[in-house]
């Protein structure tokens, strides 16, 4: 459990992930958020509110066997109901490290077929800057 919470604690140092219902909002409104998490003790409310954030789309939303409480601790704040991750392969491997994984197999899927589409992209825009340079110096 706790190697999922430092990956939460890596991703708000990195500027991955969002916390807060407004801010999880806002990021899921301009598909910026890849998995959205809510705290296994969160209202009702704020899990109704999670899933209409990502509901159409292929943005992903996720209960974690954390308390709000837990969640707060690893980000730095007292309590923490809701947060998106924006970053594909940090929320892959949030959820890789949770207990179980197995138990969201979808959201497994759709993670690593995103990440593995951002890693393409990365390779694809490396080699077209080593190209751009290579025709500079001829």
Request: charged residues 30%; proline residues 4%.
């Amino acid at each position: 459990m706790d190697k999922a919470l430092n990956y939460m604690a890596l991703a708000r140092k990195a500027g991955r992930i969002e916390l807060g219902e407004e801010p999880v909002g806002a990021a899921a409104r301009a598909q910026h958020a890849r998995l959205v998490v809510v705290a296994q003790d969160a209202s009702d409310h704020t899990w109704r509110r999670a899933k209409s954030f990502v509901a159409g789309t292929q943005q992903q939303c996720i209960k974690v066997p954390f308390s709000k409480d837990f969640m707060g601790m690893a980000v730095g704040r007292t309590s923490l109901a809701i947060c998106a991750f924006t970053d594909p392969a940090l929320a892959l491997a949030f959820v890789q490290a949770l207990p179980q994984p197995e138990a969201y197999r979808e959201v497994l899927e759709e993670l690593t077929l995103r990440t593995k589409r951002v890693r393409q992209r990365q390779a694809e825009q490396r080699a077209h800057q080593k190209n751009k340079q290579k025709g500079k110096r001829k």
